[in-house]
């Protein structure tokens, strides 16, 4: 036993070096242990972020709807020239701020920076019932707010429909083929499509909508046939307006058959318009004007219904009650009674309407050269801006009105 070698003496500074390597180690675990626990709650703490910056946005997306909700508006539209003075109705249009043309008879929804889309029933427009153009051009007849003249003449007018004609609408509306005028613009009502604004006064009367609403809209009239069906008595622009706007509010709009013979007019559109938007306080309804452009061109006439068009008039109506005094003053009685819708003429004076920047209107006198149509609204005032820009001044060139001849009722001009 003796012989064998005895076991070496550990040495201390080696025991030493163990004990403080496994004292690190722990350490080194422990730090371990809690960096991981550390880690894990950070994840957590993420998540509960991601998850409130989630429902922060949904909640900013919410008001936004809120705030930037669709609406229809009718565009109630003087008449002008010679037939608008035989037939005081005017026109009608529907302007939808949330629907856009991807052709003039296809429609979709707007994307960002687009005005809307105006639809109406037109007469002897390359066979269709109606036409959709986008509200800058319908207005204007230029593609851009920034282009939009100040003033115009009839040649200006002409010009600017022809140009944009040809760029967007030669598939309907081509050029002359045969003849001294081949390959000129051609004549007839397509006029209307395009620079409304040069040639008469619009009011517009504005309601609130859903989007829901318009994509069912959108649905309908891209499905239905559009083929012509023009008549000038029961199937014409009113008509075509009061029926876009009870596809919106189911019988909100109808015929008064005392005021106007059964005969829909733009007046009594909004007449019922106005009616309904009163009975229902909950939806936004507003009012406003786009003034006819400046310009040497002939200023648009009032516009009037059908009874009201003769009543007003003593040179009809005394003719009237002379041949049939009954039935004249039936028609009197008729238009005090149910008759007196005026145009709201004290509205804000836009040049285009909806959510763009703006400057507040001042109520003037449209009739005097010398007063600006618009006017910037004073620091204590409390109106809402609604003004795109200035409107300047008619121009004290302008002819007066034609003066008015016996009305024809019926066609819009």
Known sequence: MSDLPR????????????????????????VLIRSAAADAGGKVWMKHIRRALIALAALVLAAG???????????????????????????????????????PTQLRACRPGEFGVVISRYHRVAGYDWLAIPLVPYLYAVDRVDDIPTTADAELEAQLRDAYRRRHLLDIIPDVEEGKDAGE????????????????????????????????????????????????????????????????????????FFIDLGITTPKQVARSLTKYAKRHPELDFSTFIIPQVPGSIHRSHPINGVVESLVKSKKYVVPLFVLSPQVTAGMIVAYLADGRFKAPKDSPREILPGDIESVGAASV????????????????????????????????????????????VGAAQ
């Open 65 to 103: 709807g809120v705030w930037a909700h669709a609406d229809a508006a009718l565009l109630m539209e003087e008449p002008y020239g010679t037939f608008g003075a035989i037939n005081p109705t005017g026109h009608a249009a529907i302007y939808l701020n949330h629907i856009c043309a991807e052709t």
């Open 365 to 408: 006198n449209v009739t005097d050269p010398a007063t600006p149509l618009v006017e910037p609204a004073s620091t204590n005032s409390t109106a809402e801006p609604q003004l795109h820009r200035h409107v300047p001044a008619v121009s004290s060139s302008a002819p007066a009105a034609v003066a008015p001849t016996p009305p024809v």
């Open 185 to 256: 613009a051609p004549k007839g009502d397509w006029t209307q499509l395009i620079g409304a604004s040069y040639d008469r006064k619009i009011y517009g009367f504005q309601i609130e909508t859903t989007p829901e609403a318009d994509e069912r809209f959108i649905a309908e009239f891209n499905d239905n046939r559009n083929v012509s069906h023009f008549n000038l008595f029961f199937h014409n622009c009113a008509d075509f307006s009061k029926m876009l706007l009870n596809v919106y509010y189911p019988h909100s709009i109808h015929r008064n």
């Open 7 to 30: 076991p070496a003496k550990p040495c201390p500074f080696q025991n030493q070096w163990f004990i403080e390597k496994s004292r690190n180690q722990r350490r080194g675990n422990g």
